[in-house]
């Protein structure tokens, strides 16, 4: 819907899809008379539009002249003949207030790495902010205007209840235009494999959605938040009619985690890795439907494990509400909360049933003691740690990885010039298998005449000597 000759027909023509175990929403209706026709948007813009603000982020960046840079030897002669130099970057993005006192949400990436943010209210009234939760995982940020003052919000709905062909507005500030509505419909619900981060999970929407939309509002018809616009589709930059949002559902438990004076965003630890159901496994597990996660491995003694889940079973639905894929279970679950019982719904040999999960944070089952390892060896400026289900969640790993992982890298190192990268997990050295950094500590204290290393690299496996 681009303009006013492409939304009169599409009002008339609104689908209703449902899904199984999907709440639906009130009664939809289409426009009766020619005066129902002609409606306006107006009312419900003119009612939201103040509680959706312009978001800017500076970040001082220091560009490097000096070719030999990070070089000890060269750096000596050269250093100061090429002094680095230093630019201002300025993003711009949306952000919508969500709480009277002026609690904002937006995008992390709108705000990753800025010195100093600044928002803008529709009435040109700007404030200096905070930000006091970020996750770069779940694409949120929510930031905290000084102001006295009581500030427009928009509610926040049950995203449950929104489906596919739903009306809705966005509004941000496109390409620094200033602060501008499309509309559209819903087009897509549960839409993954949208960006890098581990969250998949999305509203498909087809209203107009640009640079600078990050972070600002998609709402409904009752003038309520459903999603945080995020991302689209688009091989020139511009909008194709495929973007995408965080269901409002998500906004939700970040912001209670925000409220609480959480420092870190905590998603369920579950104990057990997952794949989407194909058609293949579809047809060999005689399941009706090609949706849901197949369990495909759980660890002993985990929150799955000890609730009775096993490998082949295929998990379809939470609380009563459909898992499409293993993204999708994902959502469900951190959206449920951490301490929450859930109930799930199994498919075994053909036969459903229902299991009781209770969500938890992942444990620590052993000291992490992480080293930082240095002397004349390959490893020389990596910090090392013995990887559980705890150290594996900081990092942004699956929690079922095992070993010992390096989990930083120092500028310039002897590491970081070998190659060796955050994540990689050491498997082995000279055909020893490594299990703890007390064992890799002890293996750079024998000085070997040469490393024959073998790290797991995201399920790469690499082989590297060096002398």
């Known amino acids: 819907m681009r303009g006013l000759k492409p939304f009169i027909p599409a009002v008339m023509a609104v689908i209703v899809l449902t899904a199984p175990l999907v709440v639906a929403q009130e009664t939809k209706t289409v426009?009766?008379?020619r005066q129902e026709m002609q409606m306006s948007f107006a009312p419900l813009v003119k009612q939201t539009h103040g509680a959706v603000v312009n978001v800017y982020a500076e970040r001082i960046v220091q560009r490097r002249t000096n070719p030999f840079a990070g070089d000890p030897f060269f750096q000596q002669f050269f250093g100061q003949r090429f002094p680095n130099r230093t630019e201002k970057q300025t993003s711009l993005g949306s952000g919508v207030i969500v709480e009277a006192n002026g609690t904002v949400v937006t995008n992390n990436h709108v705000i990753e790495g800025a010195d100093d943010i600044k928002v803008s209210l529709s009435d040109g009234r700007e404030y200096p902010v905070k930000v006091v939760l970020k996750d770069k995982a779940l694409d949120l940020a929510v930031l905290k205007i000084d102001a006295k003052e009581q500030l427009p919000t928009l509610k926040i709905a049950d995203s449950n209840k929104i489906?596919?062909?739903?009306?809705?507005?966005?509004?941000?500030?496109?390409?620094?235009?200033?602060?501008?509505?499309?509309?559209?419909?819903?087009?897509?619900?549960?839409?993954?494999?949208?960006?890098?981060?581990?969250?998949?999970?999305?509203?498909?929407?087809?209203?107009?959605?640009?640079?600078?939309?990050?972070g600002g509002a998609l709402m409904n018809?009752?003038?309520?938040?459903?999603?945080i616009n995020t991302a689209i589709f688009s091989r020139g930059g511009g909008s194709n009619g495929i973007g995408f949002a965080i269901p409002a559902n998500l906004v939700k438990v970040f912001l209670a985690a925000a409220d609480k004076g959480d420092k870190t965003f905590e998603r369920p630890y579950v104990g057990a890795t997952f794949e989407p159901v194909t058609s293949d496994v579809a047809d060999a597990l005689g399941l009706k439907n090609v949706l849901g996660a197949l369990v495909v491995k759980t660890i002993e003694g985990g929150p799955a494990d000890k609730a009775g889940i096993k490998p082949g079973q295929v998990i379809t639905a939470v609380n009563g509400l459909v898992?499409?894929?293993?993204?999708?279970?994902?959502?469900?679950?951190?959206?449920?909360?951490?301490?929450?019982?859930?109930?799930?719904?199994?498919?075994?040999?053909?036969?459903?049933?229902?299991?009781?999960l209770?969500?938890?944070?992942?444990?620590?089952?052993?000291?992490?003691?992480?080293?930082?390892?240095?002397g004349n060896i390959p490893f020389d400026g990596a910090t090392v740690g013995n990887l559980s289900p705890r150290l594996a969640y900081d990092l942004g790993m699956p929690t079922d990885a095992t070993g010992v992982v390096i989990t930083t890298v120092a500028d310039g190192s002897v590491a970081e010039r070998l190659g060796f990268q955050p994540h990689d997990i050491v498997v082995a050295i000279n055909g020893t298998q490594v299990n703890s950094t007390e064992q890799m500590t002890e293996i750079a204290k024998s000085n070997p005449a040469f490393w024959r290393v073998e790290i797991d690299r995201n399920g790469q496996h690499i082989r590297q000597m060096f002398r």
Not at 197 to 212: M, V
Not at 323 to 329: G, R
């Open 221 to 227: 018809m009752n003038g309520e938040l459903i999603g």
């Open 323 to 356: 898992v499409e894929h293993p993204d999708a279970l994902n959502y469900r679950l951190t959206t449920a909360g951490l301490g929450k019982a859930v109930t799930l719904t199994v498919i075994e040999n053909g036969k459903q049933k229902e299991i009781n």
């Open 163 to 214: 489906e596919v062909g739903d009306l809705v507005l966005a509004i941000g500030n496109p390409f620094g235009v200033g602060q501008t509505v499309t509309s559209g419909i819903v087009s897509g619900l549960a839409r993954n494999q949208v960006t890098d981060g581990d969250f998949g999970f999305f509203i498909q929407t087809d209203a107009s959605i640009n640079p600078g939309n990050s």
């Open 31 to 33: 426009p009766e008379n």
């Open 358 to 374: 209770t969500l938890g944070s992942a444990p620590e089952t052993r000291p992490r003691d992480e080293r930082l390892l240095s």
